[in-house]
């Protein structure tokens, strides 16, 4: 017995010494999506390594960039958008750090949805019948602009054949069922709320169309990836530790309620059942950024003709912060 105290002693004494007295604050640029940092804050990951997570909300990626640039953030979970490969190549000061999003095979937190009366009656059985109806997007050089453009192409469509409605995800729900819309691409909560309402059906799941594809980075500013290395190393390994956890879900029913309890502290849809229920946005196994996935993107956008001046991606990747938070 005393083997084991003097071990335990030791370990805790190890971990104080990982840690500062003092918890340092960063503040964190979140959408108003499932986030798995959510859950390690609310599990206490961030604070095991001396972080004190501060949450901050925008409605965009676009407006997370700014707030990136001039430190009242030092730390966004974005989107990978036309914005943000402006901004790169602007010479905003960032680095990309880490996976934060990915379309992980086996989930299905992201689809193209279509009005519950038009599959129903057979009108739009395939994305080919969306042809002169109104698809809703978020906005033009986003991942759901990008990925109805894509959609449509696979089925022989184009742009112009359809009308793309630009709005925020929790309006689509409402609009899909007073028929404003005919279709959008959506992601959970409100992928699973539309359907149990039984106003949409999935047409499309985004990850059967895009497997793997790099939806969503870490970003660094400059506070953590030059001024303080060592915070942005601790705040990593809380990441880390955070995503991990989060990708229970896919095998632990306990880890499934448990998370969606937390989940729908932060989001809108607040039917705790309805997040059991629901597919999990997630990360790749070992959160490494998928910079083909990335750079796929950037052309997409590009021959858009949202894009300028092209980045160069890998200038921006810093890996080293992952690579020591999976090293310890």
């Known amino acids: 017995m005393r083997v084991w105290s003097r071990l335990a002693a030791l370990f805790a004494a190890c971990v104080l010494l990982a840690a500062p007295a003092t918890a340092q604050t960063v503040k964190v640029g979140l959408l108003m999506i499932g986030n798995p940092l959510v859950v390690g804050v609310e599990k206490g990951f961030f604070k095991e390594y001396g972080v004190d997570v501060e949450p901050v909300y925008f409605r965009s990626g676009a407006e997370q960039i700014p707030a990136l640039s001039t430190g009242t953030v030092d730390v966004i979970l974005s989107s990978a958008t036309a ?85 925020p995800y929790p309006d689509m729900v409402a609009a899909l069922a007073n028929g404003a819309i005919d279709a959008a691409n959506m992601t959970e909560p409100f992928v699973t709320q539309a359907r149990e309402m039984g106003v949409a059906r999935l047409l499309l799941n985004h990850t059967e ?68 229920r629901m597919s999990w946005q997630l990360t790749t196994d070992g959160q490494k950024v998928n910079l083909p996935s990335l750079q796929e993107q950037l052309d997409f956008y590009a021959a858009q003709k949202l894009i300028p001046k092209m980045p160069n991606l890998a200038a921006v990747t810093d890996t080293s912060f992952l690579e020591r938070a999976h090293a310890r």
């Open 83 to 167: 914005s943000l490969f402006n901004a790169i190549a602007s010479g905003v000061d960032m680095k990309i750090v880490a996976d934060y999003i990915s379309l992980v095979p086996g989930t299905a937190p992201h689809g193209l949805l279509v009005r519950e009366e038009l599959m129903a009656s057979g009108k739009v059985k395939t994305v080919a019948d969306l042809k002169g109806r109104s698809i809703g997007v978020t906005a033009v050089g986003v991942y759901t602009h990008q990925a109805a453009v894509r959609i449509l192409k696979s089925a022989g469509l184009t742009e112009k054949d359809v009308r793309l409605v630009n709005m």
């Open 209 to 276: 169309a895009f497997p793997n594809l790099q939806l969503g980075v870490t970003i660094y500013g400059p506070r953590l990836a030059t001024r303080d290395r060592d915070l942005g190393e601790r705040f990593m390994r809380g990441l880390v530790k955070s995503m991990q956890y989060m990708r229970g879900v896919l095998t632990d029913p306990a880890r499934t309620v448990e998370v969606a309890a937390i989940m729908q502290k932060s989001l809108p849809v607040k039917d705790p059942k309805m997040y059991e």
